[in-house]
């Protein structure tokens, strides 16, 4: 999938989100936001300008969020992002009302509207982690011009081919034959186990 796919994701699909923010004592707030609209730039949402998430915003500039789709653990996926907002007033208020509909029942005048806003989610990185598939799957992703950054184990050339770390690895995605192995990140769940299991050393924390 393309960048643009998973905040299509998000935002059609899965639409509320848990987003996070800090606060003026550098602690994390933590807020249910719908992600109204998506397209190659980001993601967009509205809220009031008298609202304490408002001020967390135009204050830092940033958020973290998650989106989780699914009945239960097992059967969900998850696509989280964090990155760079900015404030872009309220030209795109009737965009953003004509595709999310219900809004008009929480703001049904235009007198009413006069509080709201529109924010961009123009810049950052994300992950998508889906638990209802096995092996479990996972894929970095970013946009507006962040990085991706790599997070997880490798198995560097120190390895000698023991098979300690397949037989921890809880998603089997461990290849052997000739060392150094290798782990298959797509399928990767981060757990540390190959590390912690290594005698040599030879696994390593991206």
């Known amino acids: 999938m393309t960048a643009k796919e998973y905040l299509q994701l998000i935002s059609d699909e899965i639409h509320t989100t848990i987003v996070a923010t800090v606060d003026d004592e550098g602690l994390p707030v933590t807020a249910a936001i719908d992600m109204m609209m998506s397209d190659?730039?980001?993601?967009?949402?509205?809220?009031?300008?008298?609202?304490?998430?408002y001020d967390r915003l135009t204050k830092r500039g940033y958020l973290a969020l998650t989106a989780l789709k699914g009945e239960d653990t097992m059967h969900s996926?998850?696509?989280?992002?964090?990155?760079k907002v900015r404030e872009l007033g309220p030209e795109l208020l009737p965009v953003l009302f004509e595709k999310n509909p219900y809004m008009a029942e929480i703001y049904p005048t235009e007198a009413s509207?006069?509080?709201?806003?529109v924010f961009q989610i123009y810049e950052g990185s994300g992950e998508y982690f889906d638990l209802s598939k096995r092996p479990i799957?996972?894929?970095?992703?970013?946009?507006?011009?962040a990085e991706s950054?790599?997070?997880?184990?490798?198995?560097?050339?120190?390895?000698?081919?023991?098979?300690?770390?397949?037989?921890?690895?809880?998603?089997?995605?461990?290849?052997?034959?000739?060392?150094?192995?290798?782990?298959?990140?797509?399928h990767c769940l981060h757990c540390g186990?190959?590390?912690?299991?290594c005698p040599v050393g030879a696994v390593i924390r991206k």
Request: hydrophobic fraction near 35%; glycine fraction near 12%; charge should be positive.
């Open 193 to 197: 186990n190959c590390l912690r299991a």
């Open 40 to 53: 190659e730039s980001g993601l967009y949402f509205l809220t009031a300008r008298g609202k304490s998430f």
């Open 113 to 117: 509207r006069e509080a709201l806003t």
């Open 149 to 186: 950054k790599a997070e997880g184990y490798t198995i560097t050339d120190a390895c000698i081919g023991c098979g300690s770390c397949v037989a921890v690895c809880p998603q089997s995605c461990i290849t052997g034959g000739e060392p150094p192995f290798m782990i298959r990140q797509e």
């Open 137 to 145: 799957e996972r894929a970095s992703f970013s946009f507006g011009g």
């Open 77 to 83: 996926l998850a696509v989280s992002l964090r990155g």
